[in-house]
Nanobody, 123 residues
Framework: QVQLVESGGELVQAGGSLRLSCAAS????????MGWFRHPPGKEREFVAA????????SYADSVKGRSTISRDNVKNTVYLQISSLTPEDTAAYYC????????????????WGQGTQVTVSS
């Protein structure tokens, strides 16, 4: 079992930035791909970014590419998502998830999920 707890979500103004954190416990995080997904209001949950077990491989959705960075610290068992140039379209509940295999942009690849952290971007 892997327990995931997200934090860092808050209300921010458009143009601002945030760093979300996902703290893991239960198993060695380096064994897992880690992904971030988001669930905007009125829409389906969507892939945001993913990172391989040792951080050598990353993948981003087009909607955040170039303004976001996913990273991980396997010593702290924590994964981060930094997003800048936020717009109201980034408003969503953000979830981190752990997978043992890909494809990393597909929800069904992920076995463990956190409870989410809310990001609200005001215009």
């Amino acid at each position: 079992q892997v327990q995931l707890v997200e934090s860092g979500g808050e209300l921010v103004q458009a143009g601002g930035s945030l760093r979300l954190s996902c703290a893991a416990s239960g198993r060695t995080l380096s064994n897992y791909y880690m992904g971030w997904f988001r669930h905007p209001p009125g829409k389906e949950r969507e892939f945001v970014a993913a990172i391989s077990g040792r951080g050598r491989f990353t993948s981003y959705a087009d909607s955040v590419k170039g303004r976001s960075t996913i990273s991980r610290d396997n010593v702290k068992n924590t994964v981060y998502l930094q997003i800048s140039s936020l717009t109201p379209e980034d408003t969503a509940a953000y979830y981190c998830a752990a997978a043992t295999t890909g494809p990393v942009h597909v929800e069904s690849s992920y076995t463990y999920w956190g409870q989410g952290t809310q990001v609200t971007v005001s215009s």
